[in-house]
């Protein structure tokens, strides 16, 4: 055996079966692009993401990396492969964000395989907030308890019910159902009174022109929980409260805000203008402040406002058992008008109706 083995003709033979099969290897991987990160002679450079959460950091970040990409798709990739987490509002700003760029500039953006998250619960997640179906006119299927990224105009009344009848039925009731308590009309109507105000107050404050009359919103019931976000690109909440007030009004509010921030005035301003509320009636002006009242009552609940340059957040601080409030200051692009995104924990908030 050891002859055989040592012979010089079977040496021939492995040589010649080796070279054969490395030429078909290389002929199949001949097309294929192969992506290293750490290859530094790539000409695409590479932006990261491991949360999407919304936060200052996060919506600065991906304003700058979506100019960045816009400015030349070809030599920048966005990577979420060790994506982790991710906000609704923040993939409505996205949404908003890419599809801007794709029509001013005509840029096409396309998502990569091997750029998608590793982790496939979070994929699977990704994929189903249907921000492809807009970007990429890819169809997603259909689940319940769900409402994928929905690009609307609600300046149509006929729209606007349409809009609410399917938030209340994939939201308020697929909710209620989780939990078996479907029979709760007091919580039904107070959920469907929080929506339809919101979707009011965009209506009536946004302000928005012929071209960016279009709001993004999405919605889920996820672990009990409720979330929702809704975006728009209108004024914002400081333009909106000046074109309500006289000169005087407008000085006041400069000298006595904190920060300049005029989300932080319209919920911690005791001042009436500010806070006109009408209580239980449904009112224009009322979804702000009915939803504050309901985070308020509900232990985990979190409501998050990006207007214009003005961040603010209201969340219960684990720790003091108590609500607390966060103000600052973000980037200003005009694909972000004012972001409303609020997560309600369905089994707390029915303790406080």
Known sequence: MKKIYSSKKYCYYCNVIRRKYQAKRQLKNKGKKKFDKNNTHKQNELLEYSSLALNKGNINKIIDDTIRLS??????????????????????????????????????????????????????????TGIFRILCNKPIQ?????????????????????????????????SFKKINIANNSNAKNHFNKIFGELLLNVKSHAYTNEINKIVYLAGEVQQN???????????????????????KDRFSDIINNNNNNYVKVIFESNVKRHRDYSGENIKRG???????????????????????????????????????SNNDKVKYHEAIGTLISFELPIKEFLKGV
């Open 225 to 247: 929980v409720i979330k929702f976000a809704i975006l728009d690109k209108g004024i914002g909440f400081a333009k909106s409260i000046k074109n309500r007030s006289n000169i």
């Open 142 to 174: 259909i689940q319940e308890g769900k409402i994928c990224i929905l690009k609307v105009s609600i300046s149509n009344k006929e729209t606007l019910k349409q809009v609410l009848l399917k938030i209340s039925k994939e939201v308020v009731e697929f």
């Open 71 to 128: 400015g030349n798709p070809k030599s920048f990739a966005i990577s979420f492969r060790k994506l982790t987490r991710f906000d609704l509002g923040l993939c409505l700003v996205f949404t908003s964000l890419l599809e801007h760029f794709s029509e001013i500039k005509k840029v096409r953006f396309a998502f990569r395989k091997y750029l998608m998250p590793k982790d496939k619960n979070i994929k699977n997640m990704f994929i189903r």
């Open 286 to 324: 009322n979804g702000t402040k009915r939803l504050e009242e309901s985070i308020k009552k509900c232990k985990g609940a979190k409501m998050q406002i990006i207007s214009k340059k003005d961040f603010y957040e209201l969340y219960f601080d684990d720790r003091n058992m108590t609500y607390r």
